[in-house]
Structures are given as C-alpha cells and as structure tokens.
C-alpha cells in the first residue's frame, strides 16, 4: 500500500494557520499540492538518514511514496515541513510591513512581528531537533553498542 502525499499534507495543515494556504487548496488542489511539495521535499532531507523507512523510494510526479508509512513518520514529516513554512514566514519581508497608520507604532509592530515570528521559528526548530533525536534514541539498538 503506498503514502500519498496529500496524507502528509493534511496532518501539516492541522498544525498551521494560513488562510493563504487555504484558499489556494479551495481554489486549486493541484497547484496546493505542487506549492507545499517543496517543504515536504525539505522535511524528507531532514528526516531521511534517521528514518526507519526508505524516504526516496517515492514518485513524486503521483505524489505518493511507494510504502505504506507509519503514522509516526507521518507526523514527523508533517512537523517538519511546519518548520520551513514557519521560516519562509520569518522571511518573508511583506508580512513584516503591518497597515498601520501611526509609523512610530508601525515601526514597534513591524519588529515585534519579526521577533516573534523568530522566537517561534527557533522553538519550532528545538522541538523538532528534539522529536528527530528521540526517535533515534528509540531506533538504537542499545544491546551491540558496547560489544566488542
């Protein structure tokens, strides 16, 4: 049985809050889809040299992986990818620039977006630090590690 994508993409969608990408999905599936791809891709690269499954054996052009994946990798890549949407949207200098008429206020606020976005970004990227080291930690096989 083969992981379509858009099961990985759903989970990802339960863990952010963007009407942006919401209405593209309502507006297109398609292009959605080709649109988060790319963070999923990202999330892949992060997560592949730990995975207790093959992450390449895939086809991106069905969008699916050509094994069933657990529900633990799933969440996981889900997760990851929050991580690149979240940096794209620390990045992103437009969504710094608020409407706001007062320029002392808009200056505050412009910062303080920034810096909160930020501030989220990097404990996103400690929680996940610390999700990929756990399931590792679990993965080991303890019993050889001090054989001879």
């Known amino acids: 049985m083969a992981t379509a994508y858009s099961d990985i993409f759903d989970l990802f969608m339960t863990l952010v809050d963007d009407y942006?990408?919401?209405?593209?999905?309502?507006?297109?599936?398609a292009t959605f889809?080709?649109?988060v791809q790319s963070w999923?891709?990202?999330?892949?690269?992060?997560?592949?040299d730990i995975c207790d499954q093959d992450l390449t054996d895939r086809n991106d052009t069905t969008r699916t992986f050509n094994i069933d994946l657990t529900d633990e990798n799933k969440v996981i890549l889900s997760?990851?990818?929050?991580?690149?949407?979240?940096?794209?949207?620390?990045?992103?200098k437009l969504q710094m620039n608020l409407t706001?008429?007062?320029s002392d206020f808009k200056h505050y606020a412009e910062s303080q977006n920034?810096?909160?976005?930020?501030?989220?970004?990097?404990?996103?990227?400690e929680n996940t630090s610390q999700r990929l080291l756990?399931?590792?930690?679990?993965?080991?096989?303890w019993t050889t590690i001090f054989e001879p």
Do not use: G
């Open 114 to 125: 920034y810096r909160e976005k930020n501030a989220a970004l990097q404990v996103l990227i």
């Open 100 to 102: 706001i008429t007062d």
């Open 134 to 141: 756990s399931y590792e930690y679990k993965k080991t096989d």
């Open 79 to 92: 997760e990851l990818m929050v991580k690149y949407w979240l940096n794209k949207e620390v990045q992103d």
């Open 40 to 48: 999923l891709i990202f999330a892949i690269v992060d997560f592949q």
């Open 20 to 29: 942006r990408l919401v209405a593209l999905y309502q507006s297109n599936v």
């Open 33 to 35: 889809e080709t649109y």
